[in-house]
């Protein structure tokens, strides 16, 4: 009798395992979404980058129709020991992502001061704009934390 009641409590175990796997056939693996400004800095924490003295709505030029996707702050870390000065564009979606990209560059052109260590990474609905990093790991942490929050 003890061994009837282990087979079907195995039995019963494996069926309710193998339910996960049908579902995931019948409706898909669930599509990874962006996460938000926090997310993000959580992502970066987790690759060794420190983010501080932020500033929500700072597009840092005079394209009003940026600034509720922006935010200005400054980030450390790895190779980069002084805080260096980046925004973040966060668009709705990747068709505002599409539409407006342009107009970052234009926006980073009024703020960023030496053109020759700009750095610019997309990962829609993300463009990460900063200058000054020179340290290889610092930007591919950056690149990595970027694209991980973005849900790719």
């Known amino acids: 009798m003890k061994s009837r009641i282990t087979l079907v409590a195995l039995l019963a175990s494996l069926a309710l395992a193998g339910c996960g796997s049908s579902l995931e056939v019948i409706h898909g693996s669930p599509i990874p979404t962006p996460t938000d400004f926090v997310g993000l800095t959580q992502k970066l924490a987790n690759h060794n980058l420190t983010v501080d003295t932020v500033v929500s709505g700072d597009a840092g030029c005079t394209d009003q129709g940026l600034t ?14 002084s805080p260096l000065p980046a925004r973040l564009y966060t668009f709705r979606n990747d068709e505002s992502y599409m539409k407006l990209r342009a107009s970052v560059d234009a926006c ?9 260590t700009l750095l ?7 463009v990460l704009v900063m200058q000054g990093a ?18 790719n």
Not at 68 to 81: K, R, Y
Not at 136 to 141: E, L, N, S
């Open 108 to 116: 980073a052109a009024e703020w960023v001061t030496d053109p020759a």
């Open 134 to 151: 020179k340290d290889q790991a610092f930007i591919d942490a950056l690149r990595t934390s970027l694209h991980e929050a973005a849900g």
């Open 120 to 126: 610019m990474l997309d990962a829609s609905p993300y």
């Open 68 to 81: 509720a996707m922006a935010i200005s702050f400054t980030i450390a870390g790895l190779g980069e020991n």
